[in-house]
């Protein structure tokens, strides 16, 4: 069955960085479209960014545009997300999910931008 572990969250100040991992299992990661998206407090899922099979195309949410970056290592099954200048607005929970209705979602990685 699909199984994605996030990981690499943590506390930062903000204008920091980070980089989140998810460890994809269960299905043909080359072959799937992948996705990032957050859920800050008492909020619903917020879509962040996407990347295609082949990782030829990225797409990012207004939000965070010129500052996250996501990319795939398909050798390795894992997918990434570079966080740059960090706002205290991206704290959220983060998850990856391999779905465009996140569906398949794993337990997510706590991103935490605070002085």
């Known amino acids: 069955q699909v199984q994605l572990v996030e990981s690499g969250g943590g506390l930062v100040q903000p204008g920091g960085s980070l980089r989140l991992s998810c460890a994809a299992s269960?299905?043909?990661?080359?072959?799937?479209?992948m996705y990032w998206v957050r859920q800050a407090p008492g909020r619903g899922l917020e879509w962040v960014s996407s990347?295609?099979?082949?990782?030829?195309?990225?797409s990012y949410s207004v939000s965070v545009k010129g500052r996250f970056t996501i990319t795939r290592d398909d050798a390795k099954n894992t997918l990434y997300l570079q966080m740059n200048s960090l706002k205290s607005e991206d704290t959220a929970v983060y998850y990856c999910?391999?779905?465009?209705?996140?569906?398949?979602r794993g337990q997510g990685t706590q991103v935490t931008v605070s002085s």
């Open positions: 999910a391999n779905d465009p209705e996140y569906k398949s």
């Open positions: 269960g299905f043909t990661f080359r072959s799937y479209w």
């Open positions: 990347i295609n099979n082949g990782g030829s195309v990225t």
